[in-house]
């Protein structure tokens, strides 16, 4: 698996699909729309939640096979993530990850999300390297040496079990790269007025 780096967004298959969806509460997806609100939360804290359709003890930790043997490969920087699924995922699977949601956000232009993310999180302060990319559900899959060699930066950051398939999840990352090793809670960014390309979907 190759990936592509173009203007500074590493996709894990390029082009990006030509639009994602999101679950989420009605207020949220409004101020999404109005405002951009977003907030990126670390990979540890989807390890730690309890819902069962969001949580995942394994979040992040990849783990592939070799000649039967485990080989598990982790991140050592933080990794925050948005996350969204393939737009013609089925609505009802994606409301029902959280009893909250009632809403699903519809993003037309995943590239220029993805860039306008990056660049509000740099003007913030942050550094934060966005890669991007279809989760595979191939968690355990047996490999070669030269498949496991071969494989990209932070590929365990899209890796999941095969339970989660339904989800169908297109995940937008970023790697926190500083000296320091910045980690927070969560990254609250406003974007700014995204109606251009995301709206809410009517049903």
Same mark, same amino acid.
């Given at each position: 698996? %190759? *990936?592509?780096?173009?203007? /500074?967004?590493?996709?894990?298959?390029?082009?990006?699909?030509?639009? =994602?969806?999101?679950?989420?509460?009605? @207020?949220?997806?409004?101020?999404? #729309?109005?405002?951009? %609100?977003?907030?990126?939360?670390?990979?540890?804290?989807?390890?730690?939640?309890? +819902?069962?359709? =969001?949580?995942?003890? %394994?979040?992040?930790? /990849?783990?592939?096979?070799?000649?039967? %043997?485990?080989?598990?490969?982790?991140?050592?920087?933080?990794?925050?993530?948005?996350?969204? $699924?393939?737009?013609? *995922?089925?609505?009802?699977? +994606? +409301?029902?990850?959280?009893?909250?949601?009632?809403?699903? /956000?519809?993003?037309?232009?995943?590239?220029?999300?993805?860039?306008?993310?990056?660049?509000?999180?740099?003007?913030?302060?942050?550094?934060? $390297?966005?890669? =991007?990319?279809?989760?595979?559900?191939?968690? /355990?899959?047996?490999?070669?040496?030269?498949?496991?060699?071969? +494989?990209?930066?932070?590929?365990? #950051?899209?890796?999941?079990?095969?339970?989660? $398939?339904?989800?169908?999840?297109?995940?937008?990352?970023? *790697?926190? =790269?500083?000296?320091? @090793?910045?980690?927070?809670?969560?990254?609250?960014?406003?974007? @700014?007025?995204?109606?251009?390309?995301?709206?809410?979907?009517?049903?």
């Amino acid at each position: 698996m %190759n *990936t592509v780096v173009v203007d /500074g967004i590493e996709y894990f298959e390029y082009p990006p699909p030509s639009s =994602i969806v999101k679950a989420m509460e009605n @207020g949220w997806a409004t101020k999404l #729309v109005e405002e951009g %609100n977003i907030r990126l939360r670390p990979l540890s804290y989807y390890r730690a939640i309890e +819902l069962p359709e =969001i949580g995942d003890v %394994n979040e992040g930790n /990849g783990q592939w096979h070799m000649e039967g %043997n485990p080989m598990e490969i982790g991140s050592v920087n933080e990794v925050y993530v948005w996350c969204g $699924a393939l737009s013609d *995922t089925d609505r009802k699977t +994606l +409301l029902g990850l959280d009893g909250k949601y009632d809403t699903v /956000g519809h993003i037309s232009d995943v590239s220029l999300f993805t860039k306008r993310i990056a660049q509000t999180a740099r003007d913030a302060g942050w550094q934060l $390297a966005p890669h =991007i990319g279809q989760v595979r559900y191939d968690r /355990g899959r047996e490999v070669t040496k030269e498949q496991l060699q071969a +494989l990209p930066w932070q590929s365990n #950051v899209f890796q999941k079990s095969s339970q989660f $398939a339904h989800q169908r999840e297109y995940r937008l990352a970023f *790697t926190e =790269i500083s000296l320091v @090793g910045r980690k927070e809670e969560y990254v609250d960014l406003s974007l @700014g007025d995204c109606s251009e390309f995301i709206s809410i979907e009517r049903t």
